[in-house]
């Protein structure tokens, strides 16, 4: 039989052959996974360590966009504005069955609209250069209906259709992991690290670890440890220098999700200049429609971040500003909040929308390396930058980054998005294979939403699923699709899960009142708190 390389136990059991790791990573989301593989594909003994999931923090909770970033070139940010259409590009090409060519429509309400727009979105295509995805145009008021058949017409000139990516975040970010194992790394999700290593003189060499299923302990010695925490990098850095200044600003992100018929078409609405100077999307999703984001600076931060009251209403309010077909508080489905690890700014005049969204690597005295800032689209760049700086610093042997053409695991061209698995590109065949073996795997979990069984069986199999948050958040996104399907089906999924896990009625019930517990939070009647 075959070894299964996503194996939990498996992949444990490698870790007493490694007396020294090359380069540990703390962390399992966009930037955490990226270094990984950029590691691991240089050729480096790679260890990754996750505290709970694969992209459970931010990385599951952005407006699933590949983007350039329209607003960032209003700002004059053309060199961030560049890398990040390359990478868009690059990204496109390596996980195909992830990201998707999605055309974006500004409606124009004033007579210069048009104008100014398609001259930005040249700009936007120009830098996009042989990777661009499509050239931006201008289209009259009947076109511009016809092509969004809910929006408020009153006023309308007409509007600027424009290309991007779109993409499923967290899928992206279970398949990178199998990307690094396939690589030669180890990823260990749900494996907490506690404390840094320090040897006498102060320099970090490896790090306290412990297994969160088990409660064992683990210590890992490296010769270099880099932190990718994100809105979690100042507690690492505060283990090894408990006076470290303060290297992040959370600044808070929140979406709707409604039904795909108060946005029917195949085009996404991009709200260039809210009331208060934001940029707003609405962009269809797997059948659904998200509507976000905000934009606001907290000072603390959590795993499951909650929605303002009045972040809801700006959303609400500003999505109505240009619908025919109005939504209400009662239209939401699933509503969700995600923390940026924006670089704090120098001094206290910056706002968020002024914090550099470009990523900054930080080198410690102690060695450690904080890769901090960016956001999905340049994930690989990202990481690039960190490990080139590791050998810069002569912490690791030259190694040229071998991640541009790589194929990322499940990557196939997909032209056809109906069925709902394509998002798992060439592993829809094994799920095809599961079903064969038992027919019941090919019953749905539940009649609002397309997912199998088979998808649990082999989230837990194959994706490294270890609870029901893992598959019905990041494996299947039936949290985030709608929050109340996905705790209809938590009892059921729970019993697939401990049985392919060998867990006991205990664990069962435990992990349904837990995921009930946290999934409440997603629906708006229990989800919202005041600031």
């Known amino acids: 039989m075959k070894t299964n390389i996503f194996n939990r136990e498996q992949l444990i059991s490698q870790l007493p052959g490694v007396k020294k790791w090359d380069v540990i990573v703390i962390g399992g989301g966009a ?3 990226g270094v990984a593989v950029d590691s691991a594909t240089r050729g480096y003994k790679t260890l990754l360590l996750e505290q709970v999931d694969y992209a459970k923090g931010t990385s599951s909770r952005s407006t699933k966009l590949v983007h350039g970033g329209v607003r960032y070139l209003a700002q004059g940010n053309i060199d961030l504005v560049r890398e990040a259409l390359h990478e868009r590009g690059l990204l496109e090409k390596n996980a195909p069955h992830l990201v998707k060519n999605q055309s974006f429509v500004i409606p124009n309400y004033r007579w210069w609209e048009g104008i100014y727009y398609t001259i930005g979105l040249k700009a936007y295509d ?16 009947t076109n511009t209906v016809e092509r969004l058949s809910t929006l408020r017409q009153k006023g309308l000139y007409g509007g600027v259709v424009y290309k991007d990516g779109q993409f499923d975040d967290s899928r992206l970010a279970v398949n990178l992991a199998q990307t690094a194992i396939e690589q030669g790394a180890t990823l260990l999700n749900h494996f907490k690290v506690t404390g840094l290593a320090q040897d006498t003189s102060g320099k970090i060499t490896g790090v306290e670890a412990l297994d969160t299923e088990t409660n064992t302990s683990y210590s890992f010695d490296a010769n270099l440890v880099i932190n990718a925490t994100g809105v979690f990098s100042d507690e690492i850095l505060k283990m090894q220098n408990k006076d470290a200044r303060k290297s992040i600003v959370p600044s808070q992100g929140v979406h709707l999700v409604f039904d795909k018929s108060f946005l029917p078409g195949e085009d996404a609405i991009m709200i260039p200049k809210t009331d208060d100077g934001r940029v707003l999307f609405a962009v269809p999703w797997h059948d659904k429609v998200i509507v976000g984001t905000t934009d606001t600076n907290l000072d603390d931060h959590s795993l499951e971040p909650q929605a303002q009251e009045q972040e809801i209403e700006f959303i609400l309010q500003t999505f109505n500003n240009y619908l025919d077909k109005k939504v209400t508080r009662a239209d939401v489905r699933s509503i969700y909040a995600g923390l940026r690890p924006l670089a704090a700014p120098k001094d206290s005049s910056e706002k968020t929308k002024e914090i550099s969204r470009s990523h900054k690597v930080i080198v410690s005295e102690s060695g450690l390396l904080t890769i901090t800032g960016g956001k999905w689209t340049t994930y690989r760049r990202m990481a690039q930058d960190t490990i080139d700086k590791a050998i810069s610093l002569k912490r690791l042997p030259k190694q040229p980054c071998r991640t ?7 990557a196939k061209p997909t032209e056809d998005r109906n069925d709902h698995k ?23 979990l539940h009649p609002r939403l397309p997912f199998l069984k088979a998808e649990v069986v082999w989230a837990a199999r194959y994706e490294m699923a270890r609870t029901v948050d893992d598959v019905l958040a990041r ?12 705790i209809d089906m938590t009892p059921e999924v729970a019993q697939i899960l401990a049985k392919e896990l060998n867990r006991d009625e205990a664990w069962r019930i435990e992990q349904v009142e837990k995921f009930t517990k946290l999934a409440n939070h997603y629906c708006i009647e229990s989800n919202t708190v005041t600031a």
Do not use: M
């Open 404 to 410: 541009k053409d790589l194929k990322i695991h499940g």
């Open 475 to 486: 494996r299947v996104r039936a949290l985030f699709l709608d929050a109340h399907a996905a």
């Open 126 to 141: 120009f830098l996009a250069g042989k990777l661009s995805l499509g050239k931006s145009t201008h289209i009259n008021k």
């Open 422 to 444: 394509y998002i798992y590109g060439t592993d829809q065949k094994g799920i095809a294979d599961l079903i064969k073996e038992d027919a019941s795997l090919g019953e749905k």
């Open 31 to 33: 930037s955490g996974l």
